[in-house]
């Protein structure tokens, strides 16, 4: 776990040096951050029930995909990835939003990660922990019955991991467009 946090930071750390490196013209360009679209979504109608299919077939396949590639040989390092991929991207887009909009980009950061994030964070913490602790059983023990309870351990992180992500989908789909747009009005 401490590993995993000291990685993400670190990318986190590689994302901002690179968005200061490519300055604010590239941050003003950039998607969501731009202001056109930021006035534009204070206003829009957005609907949780039209927004929940498209979050769920876009994160459950991604999911899908991480949990697969990570039971391999190499898993752990699949997850170490994408939470370098995390990182990288959370620090890149926070120095493009402080660049943008001052400190309040600070309150934006919080709207477009806010609520979702605080299901989707422990699931990749709990499939890491669950992940190393299966691989260390297997190199401990001969026993297959030991080896039995461990993929039992893994498969109720991973149904775990899923309640939280529908539980993550649900949040963005439903609570973030809210609080987000209460964040803009601030703004």
């Not at 991604?62 to 991207?89: A, K, P, Q, R, W």
Request: proline letters at 3%; a positive charge.
């Amino acid at each position: 776990m401490k590993k995993s946090t000291f990685l993400f930071f670190l990318v986190f750390f590689a994302g901002v040096i690179c968005a200061n490196i490519l300055g604010v013209v590239s941050g003003r360009e950039l998607g969501a951050m731009n202001e056109y679209f930021i006035n534009r979504y204070m206003y829009a109608d957005i609907q949780g029930r039209g927004l929940f299919p498209f979050l769920f077939f876009k994160r459950v396949p991604e999911f899908l995909l991480l949990l697969f590639l990570s039971v391999g040989i190499y898993g752990t390092l699949i997850v170490d990835g994408y939470i370098g991929y995390i990182g990288f991207s959370v620090g890149f887009l926070s120095v493009i939003a402080i660049m943008n909009y001052g400190m309040k980009g600070i309150l934006l950061m919080f709207g477009f990660f806010l609520p979702q994030w605080l299901f989707y964070a422990p699931i990749l913490a709990l499939w890491r922990v669950k992940l190393m602790d299966y691989k260390g059983m297997g190199k401990d023990t001969l026993s297959g019955e030991r080896k039995g309870i461990g993929q039992v351990k893994l498969a109720a992180a991973f149904v775990t991991a899923f309640v939280l992500l529908l539980l993550g989908v649900f949040m963005e789909s439903y609570v973030n467009p809210f609080f987000l747009q209460k964040i803009i009005r601030i703004m």
